[in-house]
């Protein structure tokens, strides 16, 4: 049972360029939670989606987009890299309980470390 | 808002007790995870409280008492490898379908010999 799979590990970009990263959900999973994380720092809300909407965002501006696809995957856009764009970007996937509200375990990938120089 | 406030950094003893409390604001509160992460590595799930009470798991406790918006995870019996990040993650309660789970900055806790 393969778990959250990210892609790819590392990259390197230059400050204006976009950057798309990719992240395949737990099996069984239909929740995705992207998250950002500074050296240092705990993980920072991006943005959750659930059958492929956006349904909550965190204070990130709008250079960061998502989307998600019918099979669960999902792609983190982010246009215009600034330097303070350099962290480790985190995905977590998760199930929707019963009762209609997400309050089960997040599953975290290995993470996309992203230098902006 | 919803802060989370929890130490920066502790440290401690091989073989000793440590606890590590986190504190939130209670609005929108629908359940508290802590998790583990080792440097260079994704957070792993180490427990989930959403009644007030005490859930021991092993070496592991994680305490919530929701009116103080007050929690702590107390880890026992300290080995070398606890030496880690630990995460405090609050779920509040969101406008659509879903809640989210917002983390707190982690307290990096050094274990010594």
């Known amino acids: 049972d393969a778990g959250v799979t990210q892609s790819p590990t590392h990259l390197i970009k230059t400050r204006g360029q976009q950057v798309t990263l990719r992240c395949s959900p737990k099996s069984g999973h239909d929740t995705v939670s992207w998250y950002q994380q500074a050296l240092g720092q705990g993980p920072q809300f991006i943005f959750q989606?659930?059958?492929?909407?956006?349904?909550q965002r965190g204070n990130f501006p709008d250079r960061f987009s998502g989307h998600q696809f019918p099979n669960y995957s999902s792609e983190l856009n982010v246009n215009a890299l600034l330097l303070g764009d350099s962290a480790l970007y985190l995905c977590?996937?998760?199930?929707?309980?019963?009762?209609?509200?997400?309050?089960?375990?997040?599953?975290f990938g290995e993470g996309s470390r992203l230098t902006v120089l | 808002g919803q802060n989370i406030d929890q130490p920066t950094e502790m440290t401690a003893t091989e073989g000793a007790i440590v606890q590590i409390n986190c504190t939130y604001q209670t609005s929108g509160f629908n359940g508290l995870f802590w998790y583990q992460q080792h440097a260079g590595e994704a957070p792993t799930f180490l427990s989930y409280?959403?009644?007030?009470g005490l859930e021991e798991k092993g070496r592991f406790s994680s305490f919530l008492s929701r009116s103080k918006g007050y929690s702590y995870l107390l880890l026992k019996e300290l080995q070398m490898k606890d030496s880690a990040s630990y995460l405090c993650a609050v779920v509040f309660v969101g406008g659509g379908a879903t809640n989210k789970l917002i983390f707190g900055t982690g307290t990096l806790l050094a274990v010594q010999p």
């Open positions: 989606y659930y059958e492929e909407e956006e349904r």
């Open positions: 977590a996937s998760s199930t929707l309980r019963t009762s209609g509200r997400n309050t089960g375990e997040l599953f």
């Open positions: 409280n959403v009644l007030d």
